[in-house]
């Protein structure tokens, strides 16, 4: 039997949108699902939004203000899409009021407010899940399918890049995004956070770090208004960036392997450039975010000279088969939040964990802080 499940989405900007439209999908593409979600609320405190996204998704009902969702007797779910400096708060209440959670990374501003909000989780007994939604690439799976079964050997080294160019333009508005109370440590939480996730994802825990961190463009125009993204302003007071435009940094595996994270969101000339490279003592496996259903892969026996052979992904590799009937169609960003979706969706139907956790999330906060650290004080830092 399909119970309906209503939830709400606190937060409609762009995130809050992809929210939306996931659960609008999941029906479609997981039709075997137990649970179908059904939009109740929408909260967003800047005017006009929430009725937009009302008229647009159907949502039941809107608000400004959060709290009045975690009173509704009517949400049972709800996802989390508002700035960072409102996850803990947001998340906490959320959780005591009984509320299933769906957040985004990276979970507030520091370990800290990652670990009270999976506290608070576990504390009412109510599932959460994060948006760490790279590992929901099919190439990703099949990857990590490789590493498992040992098929590259011994794993030796990983190199994993999230370059962007978002806050590329010296007019780039200076939002909550780069202010240290509000946006936490900048490229660190935005697309770190995703790195270190996949780095446990495809190798386990991280064992110790040494980064090393950079501000760019030191100031920015304050914003005269609302802002939606990445919003350019000109003419506004000049503030300071007051957190990291650009990371780097060497991991240690409790494995024994040894890999590389570096993060970017400056780099010009660079549109999402995700991916990684994972080194064994037998193989090797390549993925690039802007071909995501794409894996190259070198297996075999020749050590040197061996070459690489790239596999169209297709339904045999982790859900691509919900979304394309053979290989080399392509997927989209989108339909890995719908993988997300029904996740989180079927978490709650059936109480246990299908998909990234807040253990997940307190894991990448902490090595967040521990880059943190580390660039400060010019050395090694353990994370155990």
């Not at 939306?20 to 075997?32: D, I, K, L, T």
């Not at 960072?84 to 209440?93: D, T």
């Not at 304050?222 to 506004?236: D, I, M, S, V, Y």
């Amino acid at each position: 039997m399909v119970r309906t499940l209503g939830v709400a989405v606190v937060g409609f900007g762009w995130m809050g949108r992809v929210h939306s439209q996931a659960y609008q999908r999941v029906g479609h593409h997981f039709p075997q699902l137990r649970v179908r979600p059904d939009l109740v609320a929408v909260a967003e405190e800047v005017p006009g939004r929430a009725e937009e996204a009302a008229e647009q998704f159907g949502f039941a009902s809107t608000t400004r203000d959060w709290r009045e969702v975690a009173a509704d007797p009517r949400v049972h779910a709800v996802s989390i899409t508002a700035p960072n400096f409102l996850h803990r708060e947001i998340g906490v209440a959320m959780a005591e009021a009984g509320k299933h959670i769906w957040i985004e990374k990276p979970v507030g501003l520091t370990a800290e407010d990652a670990r009270a909000v999976a506290e608070a989780v576990a504390k009412a007994g109510v599932r959460g899940t994060v948006g760490f939604n790279y590992r929901n690439a099919p190439a990703v799976a099949y990857a990590r399918e490789l590493i498992a079964s040992g098929d590259l050997g011994t794993v030796t080294h990983v190199r994993i890049r999230l370059f962007s160019d978002y806050a590329a333009h010296p007019d780039g508005a200076l939002t909550w995004r780069y202010e240290r109370a509000r946006g936490g440590g900048g490229v660190l939480g935005d697309l770190a956070s995703h790195g270190v996730d996949l780095a446990r994802f495809l190798l386990g825990d991280i064992e110790s770090l040494a980064a090393d961190t950079a501000v760019f463009i030191p100031e920015r125009a304050r914003p005269t208004g609302a802002t939606a993204g990445h919003t350019l302003a000109t003419g506004g007071e000049l503030g300071p960036v007051e957190n990291e435009d650009y990371v780097n940094c060497l991991l240690r595996f409790a494995s024994g392997a040894r890999g590389v994270l570096e993060a970017s969101r400056i780099a010009v000339g660079e549109q999402n450039n995700y991916g990684f490279e994972v080194h064994g003592t037998k193989g090797a496996v390549f993925w690039d975010y802007r071909r995501m259903g794409e894996l190259g892969v070198s297996l075999g026996t020749s050590y040197q000279d061996q070459p690489v052979s790239t596999v169209f992904v297709g339904p045999g590799h982790g859900e691509y088969g919900a979304f394309q009937p053979g290989a080399a169609n392509a997927m989209g960003y989108d339909d890995l939040k719908v993988i997300e979706a029904r996740n989180f969706l079927r978490s709650v139907a059936e109480g246990t964990a299908h998909g990234p956790t807040l253990e997940d999330a307190v894991h990448s906060a902490t090595a967040l802080d521990a880059m943190s650290r580390s660039a400060a004080q010019g050395s090694w830092v353990s994370l155990g």
